[in-house]
């Protein structure tokens, strides 16, 4: 298992991404835009691979004060190798008395995970490596 990705949510994406890329030298993949959620990403990769950013938006997020946890740190993504792998450890971990947050699934960006708050009540998420390249 490796840490695959920490996603972040972002006001400005945009100028997020210049951010990573310019300074850090992280290479930033193609956008992704979900129209019907009108959620936009991005997958940021080092040169010398790792754990990737993913940077992530929903503009009207940015209008709820309520929403304060929308902006920073969102979760971060574990791989576990397959989709087999997936789905068996979030019935172990539903099993064990962890809340599932996201059901097994394959994302609009190509990702198969789920979601499962852990005893701090932070998101985990696992996924497959390799599906959103």
């Known amino acids: 298992m490796k840490i695959d990705h920490l996603a972040i949510w972002a ?3 945009e100028s997020l991404r210049e951010f990573y890329t310019k300074y850090f030298g992280f290479v930033s993949g193609e956008k992704y835009h979900n129209p019907r959620k009108n ?3 991005y997958f940021l990769s080092a040169e010398e691979g ?3 950013i993913e940077l992530m938006n929903i503009p009207a997020m940015a209008d709820r004060h309520e929403g304060a946890d929308m902006i920073g740190l969102a979760h971060f993504a574990i791989s576990v190798g397959s989709k087999e792998n997936v789905d068996t450890l979030t019935e172990t971990l539903r099993k064990d008395g962890y809340t ?3 059901e097994p699934r394959t994302t609009g960006d190509g990702c198969y995970e789920s979601a499962v708050a852990y005893p701090e009540g ?4 696992r996924n497959l490596v390799g599906i959103n390249l």
């Open 100 to 102: 599932v947050l996201g």
């Open 11 to 13: 006001d400005d994406i």
């Open 39 to 41: 959620f936009s990403s």
């Open 50 to 52: 790792g754990a990737r």
């Open 122 to 125: 932070n998101r985990v998420s």
